[in-house]
């Protein structure tokens, strides 16, 4: 697929006419242009640095969840659990859309665990790309709402160094590290160091819990072989720890109420453990026409999540997710996960450690050709990947009363979770555009080839000999087409498009790939901040997840459900007079069932034609202000989201409306110092945003923090 265009890029003399290749555009996904802050392809977008980083967060949900038709769902308060969809697909561990960095997958396991955990440690990035409609053609494998494209930094060419230090509440520590070298006249070195960590906002008997440490890096070379830029070389080594104090384990819904902060004392033990590293190299030849690019990459992550699973009161054994969603019915064993029970009771502590890997080669290439005033660019890409997410899993037992945890009965590795699912996918697209005076049309499609298997060595099997295992497999095939059409006139650009989706099926025999229909029209300025974007997608085969994240048991099995119909309507508007900007982002969904079904996954239940699909809101909207004059800067944010169910079979909204207010005031001591305060939930408004893995979960508190940012 990729030789007959390298021949016809090799060979065909120069146009000067032609849009250039430039270095950025091998890793990003929409164009990238000098004439153009954001370049915008359909109705997707680019977040700037400057964007990302204008009210000091961290957490990816809320930064992404400001952007029109990209939704997200809050847990931890601290932004360690990244829960992201887009136009309606589900929320739930990002796990219904792409996630890439640089243009190559950066979930754990994509194929094999797509709701494995990964929040992308969002400081570092140059730009995040949001991409919905057809252009999601090249990537997948989740190919129905949108992917997210998380760009490292490219450099410019200069030396410097920036540096950051950040103080602020619940003993909030921050501070980051990077710039670029010069090792020699054609060689980048970039680099970056970030440190965050905090005592946490979450009480257990008057005590604080809930904190963290987390670290993240990355070394990155970039190194061109002649003075033309036609040959480059790409290193990246990046890598995240983290140890947290987090639970599943949350709440009941008057608790979360009137007590925000309280956590039950049965979590006291619970702790996250998590590192990961990604090594990736990669060449481009940027020719006269076009570039090609091979990215060779490999993914390791190790993470062991060990919390509180069930409680055992002398009734036999209840989930955790059970109990608060029935404390009345299960009182005894209520009583034991506050820490008040009178009686002993056994409370069992799963270890749910596991190993992801994923490896791949990727090939990428673009050209262009013009005949007459007729531009013809081809794009074409090859990925061939392997992953897999290895459970080697054991419960611990304690003895659980007044206050106090014992442990009684250490688990055997292998125990709880004994078994290996992997992956292998090999998937391409081909995409041309045809430009004919003010007219771009575009057409391409998608295949993906997917051998999902699985080998379960049992939980007498810790040694994982041939003795009694259990081995199963599924395959995929799709295809799948998309065309769009564009209409530019001035500054406007109208366009329209309709492309297939499709989400993978997993290992178990009989399940299908859930598979979409999906269209988008809409009008845009190219300039300014301003479109609107009519969206629809009809969904056949929905595929759930027995998840315990989602308040399941935890196998993972994925099972059909029915029908569901997304249809809405998102944009933004911006305007600039004087010193003051202001942008209004907004997003109207309905997303219901169209068919009625019965399912084991907690997030739907038994589902009647016309629920509405849970953790989607029917209104999203953020308002922003930006002011600024000589060395001041103060930014001003609004979030509103209307009401939501927890679960489709829900009679209620019992996720309730919620406006959120951040701020952030810089000033500017000299060109190269800035202090700056950040407040995030000014009003400190404590709304519950979730009733998942387990129990209701509450916003975070109102955040203080003031940095000081320098560069040299």
């Given amino acids: 697929m990729l030789y007959p265009y390298l021949v016809t890029l090799l060979l065909t003399p120069t146009d000067t006419t032609l849009p250039p290749s430039v270095e950025l555009e091998s890793v990003t996904i929409t164009a990238q242009t000098s004439t153009t802050d954001e370049h915008i392809s359909g109705a997707g977008l680019v977040l700037k640095q400057k964007a990302i980083l204008a009210f000091d967060q961290t957490d990816a949900n809320t930064v992404l969840q400001s952007q029109p038709g990209v939704y ?27 996630l890439m960095e640089d243009g190559v997958l950066t979930a754990p396991a994509a194929y094999s665990a797509p709701e494995a955990y990964y929040t992308p440690v969002i400081w570092k990035y ?9 252009a999601q053609i090249v990537t997948g494998p989740q190919s129905t709402g949108g992917a997210i494209n998380f760009i490292t930094p490219v450099g410019n060419g200069k030396s410097d160094t920036k540096f950051s230090v950040a103080t602020g509440a619940f003993d909030q520590i921050r501070g980051s590290f990077s710039g670029e070298l010069l090792p020699t006249k054609r060689t980048r070195l970039l680099f970056g160091l970030f440190h965050h960590e905090a005592a946490g906002f979450h009480t257990i008997k008057d005590q604080q819990c809930g904190g963290f440490n987390l670290n993240d890096g990355y070394l990155k070379l970039i190194h061109h072989f002649d003075n033309k830029d036609i040959h480059h070389l790409e290193m990246l080594v990046a890598g995240t720890t983290e140890r947290s104090q987090q639970t599943y384990l949350g709440t009941t819904q008057s608790t979360a109420l009137l007590y925000p902060n309280e956590r039950y004392f049965s979590s006291s033990n619970d702790q996250m453990t998590m590192d990961r590293i990604m090594t990736r190299l990669a060449y481009t030849i940027n020719l006269n026409r076009g570039f090609v690019r091979a990215d060779i990459y490999r993914q390791y992550v190790h993470r062991n999540w060990y919390k509180l699973d069930n409680i055992d009161a002398g009734n036999g054994t209840v989930s955790i997710a059970s109990i608060l969603d029935q404390f009345q019915t299960y009182p005894t064993e209520f009583e034991a996960i506050k820490g008040e029970n009178l009686d002993s009771a056994v409370a069992q502590i799963k270890a749910n450690n596991r190993y992801y890997l994923s490896r791949g080669i990727q090939l990428r290439s673009q050209f262009a050709q013009r005949f007459g005033i007729v531009v013809l660019k081809h794009e074409t890409g090859l990925r061939f990947q392997y992953d897999h997410a290895d459970r080697f899993q054991y419960s611990d037992k304690y003895h659980l009363s007044q206050d106090n945890f014992t442990l009684i009965q250490p688990g055997q590795p292998g125990t709880a979770g004994n078994r290996i699912d992997y992956t292998t996918a090999q998937s391409g697209y081909q995409r041309s555009t045809l430009s004919y005076k003010r007219w771009n049309i575009q057409t391409g499609f998608r295949t993906e080839f997917i051998q999902a298997n699985r080998m379960d060595y049992g939980s007498s099997n810790a040694d994982r000999n041939s003795v009694d295992v259990k081995s199963r497999s599924n395959n995929s095939v799709v295809f799948l087409p998309g065309i769009s059409l564009n209409f530019s006139m001035k500054n406007w650009n109208s366009f329209a498009g309709v492309h297939r989706g499709f989400t993978p099926a997993g290992s178990k025999e009989g399940v299908l790939p859930e598979v979409s229909l999906s269209g988008e029209a809409g009008i845009q300025h190219l300039k300014l901040p301003i479109n609107v974007t009519l969206f629809y997608s009809v969904y056949d085969r929905l595929l759930g997840s027995d998840a315990s994240s989602a308040g399941g048991s935890g196998s993972g099995e994925m099972f059909n ?12 508007l911006g305007r600039t007079f004087k010193q003051h900007e202001l942008r209004a982002t907004f997003t109207v969904t309905q997303a219901y069932f169209i068919e009625s079904f019965s399912s084991e996954f907690d997030g739907w239940g038994d589902v009647t034609k016309g629920d509405f699909m849970p953790y989607i809101p029917q209104l999203q909207s953020v308002l922003q202000h930006q002011w600024g004059k000589k060395r001041w800067s103060i930014n001003s944010q609004l979030l509103f989201l209307s009401a939501r169910k927890s679960t489709a079979e829900l009679n209620v909204f019992d996720l309730p409306p919620s406006s959120v207010i951040n701020e952030a005031i810089s000033y500017a001591l000299t060109e190269n110092v800035t202090f700056k305060l950040s407040i995030q939930n000014a009003t400190n408004t404590r709304h519950i945003v979730a009733a998942r893995p387990a129990g209701y979960r509450t916003f975070a508190p109102r955040m203080a923090l003031l940095s000081i940012n320098a560069s040299l």
């Fill in 126 to 134: 140059s730009n995040i790309e949001i991409l919905k409609g057809a």
């Fill in 561 to 572: 459900g029915g029908a569901a119909e997304v249809y809405g309507l998102e944009g933004q």
């Fill in 72 to 98: 997200g769902q809050q847990e931890d308060g601290w932004g360690l659990r990244m829960n992201i969809g887009i136009r309606g697909t589900g929320t739930l561990r990002s796990s219904r859309i792409t």
